[in-house]
């Protein structure tokens, strides 16, 4: 069945430094991808999505590309802060018809040092 | 984007007892989902609950354990019934809408239950 795979956590960084968390898919058709984050205490947060193959999608200084042909779509951010420290999920949904499920990963936690 | 909120934003009930969370939508829906999330955990989701059908419940949830109400597009309720301390968790309400064509999926804060 559909599933998503993202690297296990925790992540530990310092300020400023490279950020890659790894988010591989299987799916039978050509799913919508998804990053949300969920800050300490809160509820999820869409933070940016991408629909078709080599979309890029972009928001509050991370990124990730929608990778057809290695089934990935990585998050990136190249300059992290403390305020970025949070759980990381990724998600796809198979746009079929009335299936408006998202499949989940497991979620990747960020810790960011000053 | 919608605006959802929930209530109550926490709880602590006895086991034995029942719970009965809101989420209401600042906008029309017709998609509407609610999850669980255990601590440090990923997202489950208990059930689908569309206006004008019966919510569609996931694998090893059911409608006796978790009732869910949808009685217009922008609210609806979980109960979640006759707790024991597995039930602790953060409950979730999701709603799901096309935006210029593209799905998006939008979350409430969370109810945080915990059961002694």
């Known amino acids: 069945g559909d599933s998503v795979t993202q690297m296990e956590g925790p992540v530990t960084l310092s300020e400023e430094a490279f950020l890659t968390i790894n988010c591989t898919y299987t799916a039978t058709g050509y799913p919508s991808l998804f990053w949300y984050v969920q800050y300490p205490g809160e509820g999820l947060q869409l933070l940016l999505k991408?629909?078709?193959a080599d979309d890029k999608g972009s928001n509050k200084g991370f990124e990730a590309t929608y990778r057809k042909e290695t089934t990935s779509f990585h998050l990136e951010k190249g300059s992290v802060q403390v305020s970025d420290s949070a759980v990381y999920f990724c998600a796809l949904n198979m746009n079929a018809g009335n299936n408006r499920k998202l499949i989940w990963g497991l979620g990747t936690s960020l810790a960011v040092n000053p | 984007s919608a605006v959802i909120s929930q209530k109550p934003s926490r709880d602590i009930c006895q086991r034995g007892t029942s719970l009965t969370i809101q989420c209401q939508v600042d906008?029309?829906?017709?998609?509407m989902f609610w999850y669980r999330q255990q601590p440090g955990q990923s997202l489950t989701l208990i059930a689908t609950?569309?206006?004008?059908?019966?919510?569609?419940?996931e694998s090893g949830f059911v409608i006796d354990k978790f009732p869910i109400s949808r009685p217009n597009l922008t609210f609806s309720t979980l109960t979640v019934s006759n707790m024991s301390p597995e039930d602790s968790s953060i409950y979730l309400c999701?709603?799901?809408?096309?935006?210029?064509?593209?799905?998006?999926?939008?979350f409430g804060p969370g109810t945080r239950l915990t059961v002694t």
């Open positions: 906008s029309q829906v017709t998609m």
């Open positions: 991408a629909t078709k």
């Open positions: 999701s709603v799901g809408s096309v935006t210029s064509g593209s799905y998006e999926q939008y």
């Open positions: 609950a569309n206006q004008g059908s019966e919510a569609t419940y």
